[in-house]
């Protein structure tokens, strides 16, 4: 082999080698979970903190609506749902009838991560309480949010906390075409997990409540987690590439030689 010919080659395989380190680090999921505690600013519902604690996700590539829901179409009903992020390592009262335990009465993400915790509201149907009460002191994490995003996200993974109630939880929709891709019933606080791919939109249900529910009096809480998967390293096209300037700087070294 000539010496060009080994150099040549030893170039292609440490080059082809950090591609596949690259498309294999680049496979690990980013959190689209803002980094702090507070609410999240939706679309069509005002933020009851402070402007300090009032979290603009728009910054990360999307917002938020609060979408009504109605289970069985029976008292109690619900209004709007908030949407809060909340670390299981911190106790939080924002107030209003909104405040989060460090231990939940039933929905506990594991200790120092980010989840995006929904707060159910009662309707004017629900009680003699009045409109816009905290369900349940705050405590029933039930909601349906659409999220959209400023660019299309090739692969995102949704990870759902503590779905004790089959078929409720889940996504309805994708770029706003309906589906019906909704979660089976899993133990206390296990984490399932969804992948959507090439994503504008999507409209996601988190727990459920009512007569029918497996937790008739208190409902099934469901707390959310969203990650953007990047794409890994395009080795076929750095491949097709290299082999490209290889066989070209081959070929000015045959001219020159004849």
Sequence with gaps: ??????????????????????GMSA????????????????TNVGCIVSAADCIDTSSLGYTVTSKPYDF???APQYGLSRLFVDNSATANNWG????????????NPPENQN?????????????SLPTGTPAEHSNLEVGQFEFHFKKTVSELKLNF???????F????????????????AGPNNSIQSLTLKDVNSF???????????????????????????PEPTNTVGLVALIFGILGLRRSKKVTSVA
Excluded: C
């Design 203 to 229: 409209v996601v249900q988190l727990g459920k409540t009512g007569p029918d529910s497996v937790f008739p009096n208190t409902g099934d809480g469901v707390d959310l987690q969203i990650s953007k998967v």
């Design 161 to 167: 906390l503590d779905v004790e109630d089959k078929n």
């Design 96 to 107: 209003f009838g909104i405040s989060f335990p460090q231990v939940d009465a039933g929905t």
């Design 27 to 42: 496979a690990h999921a980013s959190s689209l979970v803002p980094q702090k505690e507070g609410e999240i600013k939706l």
């Design 1 to 22: 082999m000539s010496k060009f010919n080994l150099v040549a080659t030893t170039l292609f395989t440490s080059t082809l080698g950090l591609s596949i380190a690259t």
């Design 115 to 127: 989840w995006l915790r929904p707060v159910a509201y009662l309707g004017k149907d629900a009680s």
């Design 72 to 74: 069985d179409g029976k």
């Design 169 to 184: 939880s889940g996504i309805l929709s994708l770029n706003g075409k309906a589906i019906n891709n909704l979660l089976p």
